[in-house]
């Protein structure tokens, strides 16, 4: 599994932004994607996973620093996750990474496949 996480930028405390995950593979639906971040002197860490329970249902759950703000979404059919982060804080800042891990829970090496990361800055 090859992944590619874009979407991330500038923005102010407040604003809104939406990371994309895209994945290569035929067994998309088969794997837990997560997003993890890690800002600058800090370890890695859980943000969001979430995974396929049914052809049409999903599970998903949350850092409680995350939770109400940001939302995990997946499209099988495009192999394509998907982070909405709503009323982003200045801490929201660090390099976002999209994971996919067969039964990948809320610690990175549970993961199997990384992708290359993408930098959100959120100004105060």
């Known amino acids: 599994v090859q992944l590619q996480a874009s979407g991330g930028g500038l923005v102010q405390a407040g604003d809104s932004l939406r990371l994309s995950c895209a994945a290569s593979g035929r067994t998309f639906s088969s794997y837990v994607m997560g997003w993890f971040r890690q800002a600058p002197g800090k370890e890695r860490e859980f943000v969001a996973r979430?995974?396929?329970?049914?052809?049409?249902?999903?599970?998903?759950d949350y850092a409680d620093s995350v939770k109400g703000r940001f939302t995990i979404s997946r499209d099988n059919a495009n192999n394509m996750v998907y982070l909405q982060m709503n009323s982003l804080k200045p801490e929201d800042t660090a390099l976002y990474y999209c994971?996919?891990?067969?039964?990948?829970?809320?610690?990175?090496?549970?993961?199997?496949?990384w992708g290359q990361g993408t930098l959100v800055t959120v100004s105060s």
């Open positions: 994971a996919a891990g067969l039964s990948g829970r809320t610690y990175s090496h549970e993961y199997d496949y």
């Open positions: 979430i995974t396929t329970t049914g052809p049409i249902s999903y599970y998903a």
